[in-house]
């Protein structure tokens, strides 16, 4: 435990570029693999154990559980890039400050989201047209899952200010921790004492909770400038107005396009359990293959932020050109096993022909479309590390939210059918790539140094 104390933090404007982003990805990757095993190991124990209407309710939480995790994770981002760049810019003053000011903002939220989540439950599920015979269990789940929520925002926020200062290693093993500890306590909890799909709520809240307190006593150390005093936390307003703006953006883009997905999932409940049984299996599995581009999308913006932040503006113009090539290696090397193994992957979450059917039938549709998703994640992390929110949180919520919303009641009404209503990601993601490109090389994009990226 000792060693994973010791400062590890990682100056990104010096070494070579590919391997930085590399060395930086892969922990950040594994780490989000063991965070989605929350609910995915959540997922195969009901719809093993339980049965295929608690796996329909894990399912069609999933949304707003995602709608929850953006909207912190675009204030972090706000936050990430403000302490990147204070400690790219070896200003420790600021930087000490800009973590504080984090914290005391995330304990805010912890607060107000628990508030409203437990009180909103009920009206969200009814807002996806959640069927009567999956309801009760999803609003069991979700109360549950909002009670606890102080945990997921609290080792979110950690990691992100570890993040920025370059560490991507010590939050990973903190999750891994956690995650196993769900994993046991979801089998204790749902397999052994029959507790049903509140045990699979209690035991992520738990694990979560471990892994927040875990972060927050490496913070708590001293010996850098980047240290939480719990005892004498103060909010600077100047720098919480710098992380709103940068954060509210990203946040509302982040938010807003998981929210979204609400009423994609309102879409899939009006067809049979089966189907959104396999929708939810295959939301599990995609979650996991986009996960290599959203973990070098936060590296990208890591290493834009601190590099900007030192004055290295040929560095941060280089990131997108080294982003695509990991990112269309990384998505190539995914698509194989998920265009092949479609049926048996779909089965692990449920062994129902029809289950497995829907499942391996989006699978195989939606994820040739990961290589256009590569392109927009690259350059909306650059584009975040720039400082460059507004704009990235307007062209994701035309392309994630108003179109994507527009094509599927389009879809829909014109008699599309289930194929057309699976096809709503990828149609946002085409979208999204292609004004990214056109926004990035057919404009000068300027930071607050008054420089190109």
């Known amino acids: 435990m000792v060693s994973l104390l010791r400062q590890r933090d990682t100056d990104m404007t010096r070494g070579g570029i590919l391997r930085l982003l590399l060395a930086f990805s892969v922990p950040l990757l594994i780490g989000n693999i063991f ?12 719809g093993n154990f339980v049965s295929l209407q608690a796996l329909a309710a894990v399912g069609c939480t999933g949304p707003i559980i995602n709608a929850l995790i953006g909207l912190f994770a675009g204030l972090s981002s706000g936050a990430g890039v403000v302490i ?26 912890c607060v107000l989201l628990t508030a409203a989540g437990v009180l909103a439950t009920p009206a969200m599920l ?9 309801f009760p269990e999803a609003e069991e789940y979700l109360r549950i899952y909002f009670w606890g929520v102080s945990g997921l925002l609290l080792y979110n926020m950690g990691a992100g200010i570890l993040r920025a200062v370059g560490d991507s290693t010590r939050p990973l093993y903190f999750l891994i921790f956690s995650a196993l500890t769900n994993t046991v306590l979801d089998i204790i909890f749902v397999k052994h004492l029959a507790m049903g799909i509140a045990g699979a709520a209690v035991a992520t ?16 150390r001293p010996g850098s400038a980047y240290r939480v005093d719990i005892l004498h936390l103060t909010a600077s307003p100047r720098l919480l107005s710098k992380i709103c703006a940068i954060g509210i953006p990203s946040a509302l883009q982040l938010a807003v396009t998981a929210f979204s997905n609400i009423f994609v999932q309102s879409y899939i409940n009006r067809f049979e ?10 939301n599990k599995i995609d979650a996991f293959a986009m996960m290599p581009m959203m973990s070098l999308s936060i590296a990208l913006t890591t290493f834009v932020g601190q590099n900007l932040g030192a004055g290295e503006y040929a560095r941060a113009r280089s990131a997108p050109r080294y982003g695509l090539l990991i990112g ?3 998505m190539l090397i995914i698509l194989t096993p998920l265009m092949i193994f479609a049926p048996q992957l779909t089965a692990l979450f449920n062994r129902d022909p029809e289950v497995v ?9 939606i994820s040739p479309f990961y290589l256009a998703f590569a392109v927009n994640q690259v350059y909306l992390g650059a584009l975040r590390g720039a400082g460059d929110t507004k704009a990235t949180m307007l062209i994701a919520l035309g392309s994630f939210v108003l179109f994507r919303q527009l094509y599927l009641y389009i879809s ?13 990601y990828p149609a946002g993601w085409l979208l999204c790539s292609a004004i990214l490109l056109f926004y990035y090389y057919g404009r000068k994009t300027k930071t607050g140094a008054g420089r190109i990226i």
């Open 328 to 330: 269309f290696v990384m």
């Open 412 to 424: 829909y009404r014109l008699g599309g059918g289930l194929t057309a209503v699976a096809l709503g």
């Open 205 to 220: 809240v738990i694990a979560q909770g471990l892994s927040a307190a875990l972060v927050m006593l490496l913070l708590s």
């Open 35 to 46: 965070q989605q095993l929350y609910n995915t190991v959540d997922s195969v124990i009901v």
């Open 357 to 365: 059917g829907f499942g391996a039938m989006f699978i195989r549709m």
């Open 126 to 134: 009814r807002l996806m047209d959640t069927p009567a015979d999956v």
């Open 273 to 282: 359990s089966s189907c959104m049984a396999g929708w939810a299996a295959y």
């Open 84 to 109: 990147s760049q204070y400690y790219g810019a070896r200003d420790k003053e600021k930087l000490r400050q800009s973590v504080q000011t984090t914290v005391v903002l995330t304990l805010g939220l």
